[in-house]
C-alpha cells in the first residue's frame, strides 16, 4: 500500500470519491467560466466604446434626407451602404458659421456576388482635409496612399497575392489596419480620386454603384468639427440655413456614443446581475454539499484524530481539498470559456451590433488570474461550514459518533 503523506490525503481524499469529486468540479467550472467569460465579454465591449469614441472624430455629419439610420448603422455596425448627395453639398455646407474643420466621405457597398471577394464598405476620404480617418490610418501607414491602391480594415481578408477583388477588379493593398472593435475593421479605404474608378468598374460588371454622371462628384457625408462656442445643434441650423436646403440628414457622433454607452452599461447590468445570482446559487450548492460530505466521513475524521490529528489539521484538511477542488475547477472553467470567446470574437461583436474589441494579453492573463482566485475562494468559502463544525470543542463527540 503505498505510503500517503498529510499533504497528499486531500488529493487522494478527491480521488477516493471520483463521483462526489466529478460534481464539486463541474459546479466550480460552471461559475468559473461564467465569471471569466462575463467579465471578459464586458472587458471586451467597454475596449470597442473606447475604440469608436477615438475614431468619431467628428462632432456633426451632414448626410442625405433620410439616411441618417444608414449613417448611424455605418458607424456602429457591420451594416454597409451606399448613399450620396447629387449636388457640391461640400461648398453649401461651407458658408455655415460656426465650423472650425471640415471634410467629405463617400460610402459604397460592394456586393456579394461573384465580382466581388466579400460585401465590404468602400470608404473614400480626402487625405488632405480629413482629420476623423486620415490620423489613425497615418499612425499605422505613413506613406501616401496612391490613387487605385487601398487601406483594408483588419477583418477584410486579402487574398495571398496583396489584393482584394471588388467589382471584378484587383485592388492592391497597400496596408490592413489593426483591429478596432467598430465597424471600420470592415471596411476598405481609398482616396477620393479611386472612387470614379470604382463606379467604373461596378458599371462594367452591370451594378452601378453610383450613376456615372455622379462619380467625381458623389460626396456621402461632410463631416465637421465646430468651433469653439458653438454646439453641434447650433451648427446644424446655421446650415439648414445658410444652405437653404430642408431636409438635410444631420447625425451627431457625440449622441451615438451617449446611446452606446447606454446600451452597453445594460448589457454590463445584466451580466453582473447574472454572474452574480449564479454564483450566490453555486455557493450554496457547494456548501450543501460540503456540509453532507462532512457528515458521510465521521467515521474518517474519527479514526484522523485517533490517530493524532488536531481540530485545525482536520479544518486544514477541508480547505485544501475545497482549495484544490476550486484550482482544478477555475482552470478548466477559464479554458472552456477561451476556447468560445477567442476564437468567435469577431462573431460575438457582429451579433451584439456593439463595439467590441479584444483586450490586451496582460489584461487577458490578469483576468485569468482573477478568475482562478475567484474560483479558489469560491470553493474555500463554499467550506466554511464545514470547517467550524470540525473545529467547534463538541466536534469531538460528533466524531465519537461515527466509530
Known sequence: MPHITLGRLPFENLKRKPFRTAALLVIVTMLSATFFGGAMLALNLNAGLDSMQKRLGADLMVVPQNTGAKAEALLTSSTSS????????????SKADGIAQSTVQTYISSLTADCCDEQVQIIGFNPATDFVI?????????????????????????????TIKLYDHEFPVAAQLATTGTSLDNSVFVNQETIPRIVGYSAQVGHPAIPEEYADTAVSAVLIK?????????????????????GLGYVYPGGITATTKTNLSAIVGYVALFLAAFWVMGVVVLLAVFSSSTNERKREFASLRIMGATRGTLVGLIVKESALLGLIGGLIGIALASLVIFPFSTLIGRQLQLPYLQVGVPTTLGLMAAGLVFAVVTGMIASVASAYRLSKPETYLMLREGE
Open 82 to 93: 451606399t448613399f450620396y448627395f447629387t449636388n457640391d453639398i461640400d461648398s453649401l455646407v
Open 134 to 162: 486620415e490620423p489613425w490610418i497615418t499612425s499605422e501607414y505613413d506613406q501616401t496612399l496612391e490613387t487605385g491602391q487601398v487601406i483594408a480594415g483588419a477583418n477584410i481578408n486579402v487574398s495571398t497575392s496583396g
Open 226 to 246: 465646430v468651433a469653439d462656442g458653438y454646439s453641434a445643434e447650433q451648427v446644424a441650423d446655421n446650415i439648414t440655413e445658410a444652405s437653404g436646403l430642408d
